[in-house]
DNA sequence: AAGTCGGGGTT
DNA sequence: AACCCAGACTT
């Protein structure tokens, strides 16, 4: 039996009841997609419900406010695919009237649209042939073939490419795409893979050579680095003074309090003597109102102190980034997990 | 080609 | 602590 035949048994039998493998309509697949990129399928689910009852078509998802999409994206992470999902919508309404396309190529120039994203749309709303290549897909051909290629390597990304177009089956690439993604999802997990059922095993180079547990091979990144932020909670006539973050930083746009950044951890008597906080908030002393937190983020760790500022408001310098909102207002604002957090417990 | 962008689960 | 998740984009 072809390799395709394979899967795709094994999938008849085990693929996973998902509510985006019941439509065909593209824009709720973009959702889904959108929203599953890095995500898995039990964290995105509770967003995709949401934001398909909230925006029901691409026309009420592109008039929506850029600001209330970030809301309802609170805690998910990669908050650039919310804004680019924002952008894309509109898109749709200018360049193909309101109906979202299915072609490959309309699909690829949407942002936030990819490779992959552009695949898995176009095969499953239109059966088009084209191959998806996400973690999954990586995995099951890097150990079925044996290649040690890492997956993030430039030379990479070619090769599995080119092998994902070749093993699809083009008489029905959705359901393929489903099932090679399910597969390595379910069977060909990273860590302890069910190789002893395997409908693979009989001609899976990675099982024959012992590699199972080596590939695929991935370049390593980085080490994280370490952070340090202090936030400053400011109150005045029952509103809170919040701050939003810039551009071309983690959490980018999103509200949390005012805050300086420091190289390394500081007490209270090292923070008050900061140039930066001398000038923002003059002779004022923080009181700090819990111990470290720490936030761990893929490519840093971010320790954050809170502390509450009692200062005059006429004392405080006026930016453009900073605004006081009434604490019912404190709910609507789109605000990241370490702020989110927080507020929850203390408000 | 390498770095950046989150939050959470698994091992 | 390391790795990964229905990746995309910038530098």
């Not at 997609?33 to 995500?39: S, V």
């Not at 995105?44 to 929506?64: D, I, Q, S």
């Not at 003597?273 to 908030?281: A, C, G, H, L, R």
């Amino acid at each position: 039996m072809s390799f395709s035949e394979r899967i795709l048994n094994w999938y008849a039998e085990h693929k996973r009841a998902l509510p985006w493998r019941e439509t065909k309509n593209p824009y709720v697949i973009w959702l889904s997609e959108i929203i599953l990129q890095q995500t898995r399928v039990e964290q995105g689910m509770p967003y995709f419900f949401r934001f398909l009852e909230t925006y029901p078509n691409v026309t009420k998802f592109a008039n929506a406010e850029e600001a209330e999409i970030l809301r309802l994206w609170q805690g998910l992470g990669y908050y650039s695919r919310a804004r680019n999902m924002h952008k894309a919508s509109k898109q749709v309404l200018e360049l193909h009237n309101a109906k979202f396309p299915t072609d490959y190529q309309s699909l690829l120039k949407l942002p936030g649209v990819g490779e992959y994203t552009a695949a898995a749309i176009s095969s499953f709303s239109s059966n088009h042939a084209h191959a998806v290549l996400d973690g999954n897909v990586f995995r099951v051909l890097a150990r079925y073939f044996g290649i040690e290629e890492p997956i993030n390597s430039s030379s990479g990304k070619k090769i599995f490419s080119k092998l994902a177009e070749e093993m699809l089956d083009r008489n029905q690439p959705a359901e393929y795409n489903q099932a090679i993604m399910d597969f390595g999802s379910l069977q060909c997990k990273p860590k302890n893979p069910n190789c002893a059922e395997c409908v693979l095993r009989i001609d899976c180079r990675a099982y024959e050579s012992g590699l199972v547990n080596v590939l695929p091979a991935k370049i390593k990144g980085k080490k994280s680095k370490d952070r340090f932020f202090h936030y400053f909670i400011i109150e005045h006539d029952g509103a809170v003074l919040m701050s939003q973050r810039s551009e071309g930083d983690v959490w980018a746009n999103l509200f949390e309090f005012p805050m300086i950044e420091s190289d390394a951890d500081l007490n209270v008597a090292e923070l008050v003597q900061m140039e930066e906080f001398q000038k923002d908030f003059g002779l004022s002393v923080p009181t700090q109102i819990k111990g470290q937190i720490k936030h761990i983020l893929s490519h840093q760790n971010i320790y954050a102190r809170f502390y509450k500022l009692e200062i005059n408001a006429s004392k405080l310098p006026k930016k453009s980034h900073w605004n006081y909102f009434i604490l019912e207002k404190l709910d609507t604002l789109a605000k990241h997990k370490l702020i989110s957090s927080f507020v929850e417990h203390y408000f």
